[in-house]
């Protein structure tokens, strides 16, 4: 099992589609995490423009770290978008992910810092 605390990964929000199956993983993602408040948004679903997520998650006043859970093709898109890339990685399901985006400017510029597929994580 990875040891998340290890990878430093303790988000202050969690952001969430509203549907079902996004909203349980985000509660098994807060109790794992160790916290990280729970908010629902119709940008993470499936066909749900990377940009107008960007927008939501810039205004975002305290800039702190964001833990993102959503469905394809939105999560590749929003990969894509965030660091420049053509959006050729493939994000299995239950897959996770950490970019870090440099700079606080509106335009973004993400790196990706790791892809750990599901089943190392099992």
């Given amino acids: ?9 303790t988000p202050i ?7 079902t199956r996004a909203r349980q993983s985000a509660e ?14 119709r940008n993470l679903l499936p066909s749900a423009n ?3 997520l960007w927008k939501e998650l810039y205004a975002r006043t305290d800039k702190t770290p964001v833990l993102l859970v959503g469905h394809e093709p939105q999560l590749s898109n929003m990969l894509a ?3 420049g890339g053509a ?3 493939e994000i299995k399901k239950g897959a996770l992910l950490r970019i870090t985006i440099n700079g606080t400017s509106e335009v973004p510029a993400g790196v990706m810092k790791w892809l750990i597929a599901p089943s190392l994580v099992r």
Avoid: C, D
């Avoid at 099992?1 to 990964?9: E, G, H, Q, S, T």
């Avoid at 929000?13 to 549907?19: D, E, G, R, V, W």
């Avoid at 098994?28 to 948004?41: P, Y």
């Fill in 28 to 41: 098994i993602a807060a109790k794992v995490l160790g916290g990280g408040e729970i908010h629902q948004s």
């Fill in 13 to 19: 929000a969690i952001l969430t589609s509203p549907y």
């Fill in 87 to 89: 959006g050729n990685i």
């Fill in 81 to 83: 978008f965030l660091t």
């Fill in 50 to 52: 990377p940009a107008i």
């Fill in 1 to 9: 099992m990875i040891k998340f605390a290890r990878a430093k990964l």
